[in-house]
């Protein structure tokens, strides 16, 4: 059973930062990608940011130059840095790990997401 915990979310002004943090346990072998998507209130899951086992990172326009992804492979945790924010970044914020290999075969996963509320 893979299970991805994240952390830091939380209330801030516009301007502010906050990182999130995201953990993967389970007998996790490899993980292709991981990354972090968010939706807000009514609205549809949206791709936020990626980053591959080799390093290789992606962002949406709307947060390009103001996130930054980082992954650590060892421990299986990616962490999402987040200057600048704006009252549109509001959202609940969650975790994915895609390709995901186990002993039991491939699969992506999510975690359960944690909110992030910028005040104007």
């Known amino acids: 059973q893979v299970q991805l915990v994240e952390s830091g979310g939380g209330l801030v002004q516009a301007g502010g930062s906050l990182r999130l943090s995201c953990a993967a346990s389970?007998?996790?072998?490899?993980?292709?990608?991981m990354g972090w998507y968010r939706q807000a209130p009514g609205k549809q899951r949206d791709w936020v940011a990626s980053?591959?086992?080799?390093?290789?990172?992606n962002y949406a326009d709307s947060v390009k130059g103001r996130f930054t992804i980082s992954r650590d492979n060892a421990r299986n945790t990616v962490s999402l840095q987040m200057n600048n924010l704006k009252p549109e970044d509001t959202s609940v914020y969650y975790c994915?790990?895609?390709?995901?290999?186990?002993?039991?075969?491939?699969?992506?996963?999510w975690g359960q997401g944690t909110q992030i509320t910028v005040s104007s």
């Open positions: 994915s790990a895609e390709g995901v290999r186990t002993y039991r075969g491939v699969s992506d996963y």
């Open positions: 389970g007998s996790i072998l490899y993980i292709r990608a």
């Open positions: 980053i591959t086992s080799g390093g290789t990172t």
